[in-house]
């Protein structure tokens, strides 16, 4: 399974601190039913003597993960926060969410292309 066997390189591929992150999830944050919610992962981390902010976390962790064979997952339906994807019915949830997104931004294009037509007929 690419989800958790390439964890290894992938943590290795972090920062010092994103592996401290990663390994917290690793520990912890396996399959949707143990995902984490943000201040989980900051307190950890503060425990550790570091300083990561949400954003530092999303931009030095969750985005390489997402752009490899290691895909840290999040979502706001039922299970809230951040988990590594390790069975289907996690990749799923994380479909779910995705699709739920997509339609959201392409609901605020369409009102965008149409205050755009309306204001300058293009």
């Known amino acids: 399974m690419?989800?958790?066997s390439d964890a290894k390189s992938f943590s290795a591929s972090l920062t010092k601190d994103g592996r401290v992150a990663?390994?917290?999830?690793m520990e912890n944050a396996v399959g949707c039913a143990h995902a984490k919610a943000w201040p989980d992962i900051e307190a950890?981390?503060?425990q550790k003597g570091i300083?990561?902010?949400?954003?530092?976390?999303?931009?030095s962790v969750i985005k390489p993960s997402r752009e490899g064979k290691v895909f840290i997952g999040s979502t706001d339906v039922d299970f809230k926060g951040y988990f590594i994807i390790a069975k289907l019915e996690d990749a799923d949830v994380v479909r779910a969410w995705y699709k739920k997104?997509?339609?959201?931004?392409?609901s605020n294009l369409d009102n965008l292309e149409k205050l755009i037509k309306e204001e300058w007929n293009v």
């Open 2 to 4: 690419a989800f958790l």
């Open 22 to 25: 990663f390994a917290y999830l």
């Open 44 to 46: 950890h981390l503060i």
């Open 51 to 59: 300083n990561m902010s949400k954003n530092t976390f999303q931009a």
């Open 101 to 106: 997104r997509i339609a959201k931004e392409r």
